[in-house]
């Protein structure tokens, strides 16, 4: 297989330890995987997920990668990237109307990808089974990426990425992690060793999903990773106040962007369990910066609020 998106597992995105003491109380340390960090427009769990795609497009031989996502997705954002610096024609079909175009998507569409614009109740219809040939039929042949990046080929970038992790530290970890799908939590669950327990923190209210991690999950150990709701999980596009609030002293203390969606929470959450001793004493957390800093601008967010002093 030519194994060109992995060329960017060859050098390890560093694990930055948070200064701030709510962050080590009890001997606690933290630190935040930047994987935001591996590229400045792939980076985060996109290019985790995709690159198994695109080496499974490449040795399929499509020449064009489509995919399904909102008008505020970081994935097709991220699939509209790969496939110009890759050389794949690339198509979004997105939930909406092309009068609800985005910064997001006006760049997507700048990078090569074509849009595709379908209303909610087709857009529900992704879950069936032939939806992938239904498009096919439509746009020609092209490989079917499912909505973030998810289903098997996405176990590959996930597994270079739990291996550079294990390798960085050693111990009992727990690994945090944002969840949308629960396809990162799933892919670094079955590749970690056992001496990683896995957090994930759910951004949406999505009653379906612990049952259907369950099922993923169904080899792993129960015991080895948990699920935890988040603050705001209601409100998909908006950023709370507490949560704007949190977003404007983490990056003002620690200097490290976050995104209004998924790590903003996760970490959140997290401090809220430091501060309640559910995490144990004396332990290391790895916390997954997932990336998404593009969507700050739906938030009016700039690039990074607050320079660290
Ligand atoms: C920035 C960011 N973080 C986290 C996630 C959640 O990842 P997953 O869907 O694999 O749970 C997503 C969605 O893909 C995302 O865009």
Known sequence: MNMFPLDAFSHPVRLQFLQGEEWSARGIRVAIKREDERDALLGGNKWC???????????????????VGG????HLHALA??????GFETVGVVRGTPDAMTAMLREAAAAGMQLEFVSREHYR???????????????????????GGAGAPSALGLAMLAREIAAQISGSVILATPVGSGTTLAGLR???PSRFTVWGFQAFADAGLPARLRQVLVAADPSSWRLFSTPAMRAHRELAVELADF?????????????PVYTVRMLSRLRSLIA????????????????????RRGHDLPQMLVQAA
């Open 71 to 74: 008008i505020w997705s970081n």
């Open 49 to 67: 997920k995709l690159a198994g795609h695109l080496a499974l497009a490449r040795e399929q031989g499509f020449s064009r990668l489509l995919s």
């Open 247 to 259: 977003l404007r002293s983490f990056e003002m203390a620690e200097g490290i962007p976050l995104d």
């Open 276 to 295: 309640d001793g559910t995490v144990p004493d004396g332990s290391t957390v790895i916390a997954l910066h997932t990336g998404g800093l593009q969507g």
């Open 125 to 147: 219809s992704r879950q069936q089974a032939e939806w992938p040939a239904h498009l096919a039929k439509r746009f020609g042949p092209c490989l079917y990426i499912p909505e």
């Open 190 to 192: 079955a590749e970690l």
């Open 81 to 86: 990237h790969a496939g110009q610096r890759f």
